[in-house]
């Protein structure tokens, strides 16, 4: 099935199950990397150019049935909307910003399996695939036949 788009934006609704007792150093992880200079994802999202927007966020989930009490566990939710397709995409961010999924996916259930991306390109391109909700709803989008590449040259920024 494909998914919801506009005529060109395309959301990806990414929700990572986190290994039980690594959502401390997941966000940590984040955190270290939001604060480097130059923060290399948003280096990696301008340099691509195909990004509307994108947001780490995680996510409480709902404990399984019979789990005893505890934290429940989280999810890494990875929001964006992007121009463009989907395999293109996801494979863009491998070969930009490749080791620091490699670091996030140490800390999902299953994503050791697929460490190095670089090494495990489809592979990576279908769990990604296999852990993207689609909203029923659609989306919205202020500029919904509008690329980043318009946008940003409609508001002349290089």
């Not at 099935?1 to 290994?19: G, I």
């Not at 989306?139 to 040259?153: E, K, M, N």
């Amino acid at each position: 099935m494909s998914p919801l788009r506009s005529p060109v934006q395309t959301p990806l609704n990414l929700f990572l199950p986190v290994k039980r007792g690594d959502e401390g150093a997941l966000e940590n992880l984040l955190m270290l990397t939001r604060l480097r200079e130059p923060n290399p994802i948003d280096v990696a999202l301008r340099r691509l150019g195909n990004v509307h927007f994108a947001q780490f966020v995680m996510i409480p989930m709902a404990p399984p049935a019979g789990v005893p009490d505890g934290p429940p566990p989280q999810s890494l939710a990875v929001l964006t909307l992007y121009d463009g397709e989907f395999d293109d995409y996801i494979v863009s961010f491998v070969e930009a910003i490749g080791d620091i999924f490699d670091a996030i996916l140490m800390h999902v259930d299953g994503g050791e399996a697929i460490v190095p991306v670089r090494n495990h390109r489809d592979a990576f391109i279908e769990f990604i695939r296999m852990h993207d909700i689609q909203s029923g709803g659609g989306i919205f989008s202020a500029y919904p036949g509008r690329r980043t590449f318009d946008i940003r040259d409609a508001l002349g920024m290089p």
